[in-house]
């Protein structure tokens, strides 16, 4: 019988001979949007720091202050050693900014996400969740025990024939993300909500992508659509700059996870400077609506120049531009030839999207300066041609 150790290294090999192992890439910060990764000093087109505010004055200003009076930790989960102030007036912002009677803070987005669907469904529970969702809500959907019905992404036609012909159920949730976090488009809101009412069930959003980047304020997807979720997730570490997720919703519901949500309850809370620093962010939301323009701009001019190139764009107009190359080799040989030119731009692979589907995955930011995405579109244009893929 083969070793634990042997099952292991023959499935690495495996993935290694189809181009789907991922190893860590080192990293030295060298300031905003600039690092060395793997000894090349580039350009980063990498994350999702979409309006610059992890660089802010303020925000830096703002977490510093917290560590001066608080220190570097919150030392045990919230119901343990007690609440800070930061977090009260954090959450009352975060359920102003989406509307909501309530929110809720978590140490991340992914925790946010499976809090919500393993509590607020169970065994004997339905959930109808889009294919192009988030891990993190598939992860939720497992630990809830509740059934599942996928359906084609974005499709709000077919989510309503799964709805009509489903069987009952105690509850039904449609899940989906507000802007996908691979494609960059969003969800039919205004139709799953109305599929929502017409068939009793609630609207669950995982709006990590679209909170702070779009909608009046920022206020997110949904708001930018018209439309309105039941329950709208969120995260503080991508538009917001530091870290952490939220929930928000009815006082009741909120009450609900303080009580019955693991990843709440046994989880440390956030330091106080990301508690901190996230409060500043949202400040700067109302105050500087100029970084959300800024980085709108930035994406439509890529994309018309990627377009214009011969590059396979699906439609959008959010910060996250899927550059389709089809096979992992492929969208590793593009990223690595970009690389050595200064240029720093994920290859995303399967699982992470669906197969004969890698892509880079290219992310502007308000803190990038026109400078920047000129010489990344030409190193992109270059890269590709050297390499057959335009």
């Known amino acids: ?69 608080h220190g570097c930790s919150a030392a045990a989960s919230r119901l343990v050693s007690g609440n800070p102030s930061l977090y009260g007036e954090l959450e009352e912002n975060l359920a102003s900014l989406k509307e909501k009677e309530a929110a809720l803070v978590f140490p991340s987005g992914y925790l946010a996400n499976l809090a919500v669907l393993s509590v607020l469904a169970g065994p004997g529970d339905r959930l109808f969740m889009d294919r192009f969702n988030h891990a993190s809500l598939y992860d939720g959907w497992q630990l809830s025990g509740a059934s599942l019905k996928r359906y084609r992404h974005a499709d709000a036609d077919h989510l309503e024939g799964q709805l009509k012909k489903g069987s009952p159920a105690a509850r039904r949730l449609i899940v989906t993300d507000g802007v996908f976090s691979m494609d960059g488009d969003l969800a039919p809101l205004v139709r799953l909500g109305r599929l929502a009412r017409r068939h009793v069930c609630l609207l669950v959003v995982d709006d990590a992508h679209g909170t702070g980047v779009i909608g009046p304020g920022g206020s997110g997807t949904a708001a930018h659509l018209g439309a309105k979720a039941d329950i709208d997730i969120g995260t503080l570490s991508k538009a917001a700059g530091s870290l952490g997720g939220f929930v928000a919703g009815s006082r009741e519901m909120i009450h609900f996870l303080v009580n019955k949500a693991r990843p709440f309850i046994f989880t440390t809370g956030l330091p106080p400077a990301s508690l901190a620093a996230a409060l500043a962010s949202l400040r700067l939301f109302e105050q500087e609506p100029w970084r959300r323009e800024r980085v709108l701009e930035l994406a439509g001019r890529a994309r018309s120049r990627l377009l214009a190139a011969g590059f396979d764009i699906p439609a959008g107009f959010t910060p996250i531009i899927p550059i389709i190359t089809g096979s992992p080799d492929s969208a590793l040989r593009l990223s690595q030839r970009c690389l050595e030119r200064g240029v720093f731009i994920p ?23 026109d400078v920047d995405l000129d010489l990344a579109l030409d190193v992109l244009a270059t890269s590709a041609m050297e390499t057959g893929i335009i």
């Open 1 to 69: 019988m083969p070793s634990a150790r042997r099952s292991y290294a023959t499935e690495l090999e495996r993935l290694e001979a189809v181009r789907l192992d991922r190893r860590l890439r080192s990293q030295e910060c060298l300031g905003p949007m600039r690092a060395t990764i793997d000894g090349f000093k580039s350009i980063l087109f990498s994350g999702n720091d979409y309006l610059g505010l992890s660089t802010h004055p303020d925000v830096i200003a703002a977490a510093a202050r917290a560590l001066d009076s």
């Open 347 to 369: 290859a995303i692979r399967p699982p992470a999207v669906p197969k004969n589907s890698a892509r880079l995955r290219m992310t502007v930011s308000a803190a990038h300066a």
